[in-house]
């Protein structure tokens, strides 16, 4: 009998948004190959709320000690995680006989625990150092912001992206690669040109739920508004969509503005010529911070228009939820939002992302499209979506660990 390849899968992060819904997808279809490989999870703790049925599966969920103190910190006490992360990064190098619990040394913790396997898919392999292990390692590669300056406070500071540069070259150099666009592969061999190893491009699928029910009475769900799921960081282009939706509101004085992600819930206000004033009252503009799964299902379906106004991004996920919930898009003419329409045949409206008129243009043709076409386009782009199932996605990951 042959024996089981076996294969760890590997998340540090613990991300919020669309790294937590990307595990998920893959700890739920990777899950139907259990009779073929022995796989555990090493993470903070089990995913919630995993959506396909996994109750004969045979994966294990493995917490990692290294990080439990500098994530929840000791006995309840407020920010004590982060004194604690603080002090374990300044006497890293003096702490390596201690536990790993104590010191966070996870490296330490990767090279006790990884060693027994054939095979480790690293998740998110950003801001860890590298294992020495003799295991095959596949990394995915989700993108290189931090090669880029795009605008307002930068999403690392130098000491983080030394940090990455440094950190991440041995990661390629050492590693098989999935990337999820032919943007993304060639923006590798750009920084890397003299990559060797084995890189696949395995796209995207799209997280969302076609049946969603309603979530929450928000005060905006009165009136049609624009939905943009996004985060506040730099490379999102947030004020441009600000500056676009006052132009909006010169033909549309009934629509709303909602943006959802991390650190958007300061977004609430009004919209006044190129920028945003905050308060609670008579608001045009609202910002709900971090949504839950569900939440973000039924606001997409809802939506006059999906919004994806970003510079710089391996895909456009937002765009990818909407063209299988239901709902309009509108996204940047950027070359991997353009490599959707290209690959998957979905319908959106492209919008030069620096030129707040050309946004508003694009949206105002979603707006004020006939109910015939813009159900045919709804339909059409979900349609087109089935060529990235994921069950399909799945059996391409099975295809390259499977690769010598």
């Known amino acids: 009998m042959k024996k089981k390849l076996k294969i760890a899968l590997f998340d540090q992060k613990n991300n919020a948004g669309g790294g937590e819904r990307f595990k998920k997808k893959i700890l739920e279809y990777i899950a139907d190959y259990t ?15 995993l959506n396909k ?10 917490s990692l000690h290294s990080l439990k103190l500098r994530s929840k910190g000791l006995f309840n006490i407020r920010k004590s995680n982060k004194l604690i992360s603080t002090l374990q990064d300044r006497f890293k190098n003096y702490s390596t006989y201690l536990p790993s619990y104590i010191s966070g040394d996870l490296k330490k913790e990767m090279e006790e625990k990884l060693n027994k396997y054939d095979l480790v898919l690293f ?3 950003y801001f860890i150092d590298f294992p ?18 795009f605008s307002g406070q930068s999403t690392f500071n130098k000491n983080r992206i030394e940090n990455l540069n440094k950190s991440l070259k041995i990661w390629i150099d050492n590693s098989d690669i999935i990337v999820t666009s ?28 076609v049946n969603v029910k309603k979530f929450k009475n928000y005060s905006f769900l009165k009136r049609p508004y624009i939905l943009c799921p996004s985060s506040t960081l730099g490379h999102k282009n947030i004020s441009s969509l600000v500056r676009a939706f ?14 959802t992600g991390p650190g958007t819930e300061v977004l609430n206000g009004v919209n006044l010529n190129n ?22 299902n039924f606001l997409i379906k809802r939506a006059q228009v999906v919004i994806n106004c970003s510079l710089y991004e391996p895909g456009n996920g937002s765009g990818l939820d909407a063209w299988k919930i239901g709902a309009p898009v509108a996204m940047s003419n950027i070359p991997s939002f353009k490599e959707h329409i290209k690959y998957l045949g979905v319908k959106a409206e492209l919008f030069n992302p620096t030129n707040p008129r050309s946004i508003a243009k694009k949206i ?3 707006l004020f499209m006939s109910k015939n076409k813009r159900k045919k386009n709804i339909n059409h782009s979900k349609s087109m979506m089935k060529k990235i199932d994921w069950n399909l996605i799945i059996k391409e990951y099975i295809k390259f660990i499977n690769s010598k």
């Open 123 to 125: 998740l998110w392999p």
């Open 246 to 259: 006052d132009i909006i509101r010169k033909k549309n004085t009934n629509i709303n503005l909602v943006f």
């Open 53 to 62: 049925s996994n109750k004969n599966t045979k994966i294990k969920y493995l």
């Open 132 to 149: 020495k292990i003799k295991a095959r390692k596949i990394i995915i590669l989700h993108d290189f912001n931090f090669k880029y300056y």
């Open 364 to 366: 105002n043709n979603i």
């Open 35 to 49: 009779n073929e490989y022995e796989i555990d999870y090493y993470g903070f703790s089990k995913p919630k709320k």
């Open 182 to 209: 032919n943007f993304m592969k060639k923006e590798l061999f750009k920084f890397y040109p003299k990559f060797k190893n084995k890189v696949k491009v395995i796209r995207m699928g799209s997280f969302g739920e």
């Open 275 to 296: 920028y945003l004033e905050i308060r609670n009252n008579n608001n045009s503009i609202y910002g709900l911070g971090y949504v839950e799964d569900n939440e973000i």
